[in-house]
């Protein structure tokens, strides 16, 4: 068997590729085993001036970006070992040549200081480097101790994005998943899109139908979502900014509603700066004026509750609309206007939307909105994909969400959302003792989790915390035990997870770029190692994870056939004809949408206007969620001079800002980009957590989620030298220092 250390790192060399590359047909055909690879693009020399001349070959290895869904094509030269520079590849069918801030940052990522080189042992007090037997032999007693007086239901996992583009390590974990005889299976899905996958699941009994923007789509409305900076993320929204450039040249609109004049509001036909969290009031609105315009007979095809949908929507009317989201009524009308015009529309949502409290309304209204305009699975509207290798349109059926389940005992009444649980009932999970172990992959769950202070407390009353990392973060250096994985370019790789949600019907690979560090370990090989001590095998029969390497696994993620098309493919990637219209709909008469789900309908009817002040998230560009990727980016409150004025604020001000849960000091930087009533700090910051201002106990209750925006908060200005203690620890690495820290620890060798 192929070693599982040394994998190669000998680049591809890489040509034009063809109109469809690699059998755009109905399935990926055999070619063979995989090819060798052979000599680089682009090689380049330089030299160096002293006494003799010294070479150093640099090579250009083609790759493609794992820190966000996108997946875009990259170019990495490579010296001596280490990569040096970063551009998009040109060639590359979803991105063509476009790549962001992060990820041209990717060699300053990947050879920064902050890496993990080896594994780490509490003992005490203190984290202590320790050998792989040692570490792994320790957490193999503590969780079989663990496991025998409490039973294997104390065990719990967190994922976080890092783990979700590892293809290798995700599909090893869902393996382990199926397997696990615990419930305590957490991601940050829930703290941010759980809405998404409710909605879906009450409308159309499925998690499977990711729809994207047609390319002939006319209209384009984009509610609480800044591509320019996100990508997207679900789906994606690659190259942003030329394809939002391209559709206004070509006469095509693209509408932004949102509190900020954002990066993406910048380059759109139309922004309404709406009120924060009343995206859902617009929505139905739009659906009560187009009702009257729709098809009803078509509709009765595909759809039930229409008439109960009507109901719901009929008190919303354009007074009731301007009264409740601050937008004048000639704004109102014109974005009407429109949709009437264009026909068909696409409709993307994002994070200002799903994670506020109607985050599963606007989504649901949404899905009504795209149905009764018959703008689903048809040209110029938005089509769904089958993914290049689910191939869901040659399937009998969709496949469903499945009977619901009971959640966690704390929420028993809260369902799971896609078989997870709600990541914000952790606290109190641990406080109820019914969790005691977590394993945390790729993700932090310091800066995602809602109450930092009692997040912070509930991981050191753990009897183990487990984080499997690529670099420090606040979460590891409250942990047991940490394992360090290997990082993207260290990997050869796919991105199965994005099957589903690319733009463009592909599948790709990449092989591992730089040499890897001796002391760091394949995600899946760690998961293993972890399942083995659960008593659960994650690798098939005769797969042994310590003599396969990375490539035998992946043969068992893709298949064998799959993974030999991609390897020979060169380029790297196979495409497939898109967008495919016409799959979902004829399906609809034997299983038709409920447009007026219940809980959905009541939750409308339930919501209350947001506070005069509220607190809304945003992203940076050079920052992916917890992960600091470029300097620059250091948070500050974002707020519009008026309320700044109001609370006697000055630009660059100290400001303390106070909700019911809790309190944090950041600096002020005034602007009219942003409507009066809102104020907005970036999400994801151990420096500035906004997370201390929002509530572990006030969640959604059918999705468990915490309200990560909308909060109503106070402002006050900070005096200059009376700054609280609480602004200088929160810039510090969170440590463990109460007992149950300690007590943990002991007897750890």
Not at 35 to 58: F, K, M, Q
Not at 431 to 448: D, F, P
């Amino acid at each position: 068997m192929r070693s599982s250390v040394a994998p190669s790192t000998t680049p591809r060399t890489t040509h034009a590729p063809s109109a469809q590359n690699c059998s755009a047909a109905a399935s990926i055909p055999s070619t063979g085993p995989p090819r060798a690879t052979s000599s680089p693009i682009g090689s380049t020399a330089r030299t160096v001036p002293c006494d003799c001349l010294l070479v150093a070959t640099r090579t250009t290895h083609r790759t493609y970006c794992r820190i966000c869904i996108a997946a875009c094509g990259l170019e990495v030269d490579v010296e001596d070992g280490r990569a040096v520079a970063v551009r998009g590849d040109a060639e590359h069918p979803l991105s063509a040549g476009y790549t962001c801030s992060k990820g041209r940052a990717l060699p300053e990522i990947h050879h920064s200081p902050n890496r993990l080189d080896g594994p780490l042992l509490r003992v005490g007090d203190a984290q202590q480097a320790a050998g792989w037997d040692e570490a792994l032999a320790d957490l193999d007693h503590r969780l079989t101790d663990l496991v025998a007086t409490h039973g294997p239901g104390c065990v719990g996992f967190f994922l976080g994005g890092g783990i979700y583009m590892d293809t290798a390590g995700y599909w090893g974990f869902r393996r382990l998943a199926r397997r696990l005889p615990s419930g305590h299976v957490y991601s940050d899905t829930t703290i941010d899109s759980a809405a998404k996958y409710r909605a879906m699941e009450l409308v159309a009994g499925t998690y499977s139908l990711q729809s994207h923007v047609d390319p002939e789509a006319r209209l384009l409305l984009m509610f609480g979502t800044n591509p320019v900076v996100s990508h997207g993320q679900t789906p994606m929204f690659e190259d942003p900014v030329q394809r939002m450039r391209r559709a206004t040249a070509e006469g095509r609109e693209a509408w932004v509603v949102d509190p900020r004049v954002t990066e993406t509001a910048r380059l759109a036909t139309g922004h309404l700066a709406i009120r924060p969290g009343t995206d859902h009031v617009l929505l139905a609105w739009l659906v009560r004026a187009l009702l009257v315009d729709a098809d009803r007979a078509l509709l009765a095809t595909r759809v039930r509750n229409l008439d109960v949908l009507a109901g719901a929507v009929a008190p919303f009317t354009l007074d009731a609309v301007v009264a409740r989201t601050g937008l004048a009524a000639d704004e109102c009308t014109q974005l009407l206007t429109a949709v009437r015009r264009a026909g068909r529309l696409a409709v993307l949502t994002g994070t200002g939307v799903t994670m506020s409290s109607g985050g599963n309304v606007a989504e649901w209204l949404a899905w009504a909105l795209l149905t009764i305009t018959d703008s689903f699975d048809q040209p110029g509207g938005m089509w769904f994909s089958p993914g290049y290798l689910a191939r869901l349109h040659e399937r009998d059926a969709i496949p469903t969400a499945g009977p619901p389940r009971p959640g966690p005992p704390t929420h028993p009444d809260i369902a799971p959302v896609m078989g997870e649980w709600p990541a914000a009932v952790i606290p109190a999970e641990i406080e109820a003792g019914n969790l005691r172990a977590l394993v945390v992959l790729g993700g932090n769950v310091v800066t995602a989790l809602p109450d930092t202070e009692r997040v912070v407390d509930a991981l050191g009353r753990l009897d183990v915390l487990v984080t499997v990392d690529v670099a420090h973060t606040p979460t590891t250096a409250l942990a047991t035990h940490v394992l360090p994985t290997h990082a993207q370019l260290e990997r050869p790789d796919l991105p199965l997870l994005n099957d589903l949600y690319s733009s463009t019907l592909m599948m790709q690979h990449t092989d591992a770029v730089l040499p890897r560090h001796p002391d760091r370990r394949p995600g899946w090989w760690v998961l293993t190692k972890v399942a083995a001590m659960l008593g659960v095998a994650v690798l098939p029969d005769g797969v042994d994870p310590d003599t396969a390497d990375d490539a035998a696994v992946l043969d068992c993620v893709a298949g064998v056939e799959t993974m030999a098309a991609l390897r020979a493919a060169d380029p790297p990637w196979c495409t497939a004809p898109t967008p495919v219209h016409g799959w979902v709909l004829p399906r609809l008469v034997d299983a038709p949408w409920n447009l007026a789900p219940a809980p959905l309908v009541a939750q409308l009817a339930a919501l209350d206007a947001p506070a005069p002040l509220v607190l809304i998230p945003r992203r940076l560009p050079k920052r992916f969620n917890g992960r600091p990727l470029g300097p620059g980016d250091a948070p500050e409150l974002l707020l519009h001079p008026d309320d700044a004025r109001g609370a006697g604020i000055t630009d660059g001000d100290l400001v303390e800002v106070t909700s019911a849960t809790g309190s944090l000091e950041v600096s002020a930087r005034l602007t009219d980009s942003l409507r009066p009533g809102a104020v907005s700090i970036v999400h994801g910051s151990a420096a500035v957590n906004v997370n201390r201002l929002i509530s572990s106990r006030d969640l959604d209750p059918l999705t468990g989620m915490p309200r990560m925006s909308g909060t109503a908060v106070t402002l006050r200005r900070v005096e200059p030298g009376t700054a609280g203690p609480r602004s200088r620890r929160a810039a510090e690495p969170v440590a463990p220092s109460h007992p149950a820290a300690k007590r943990r620890a002991e007897g750890s060798r």
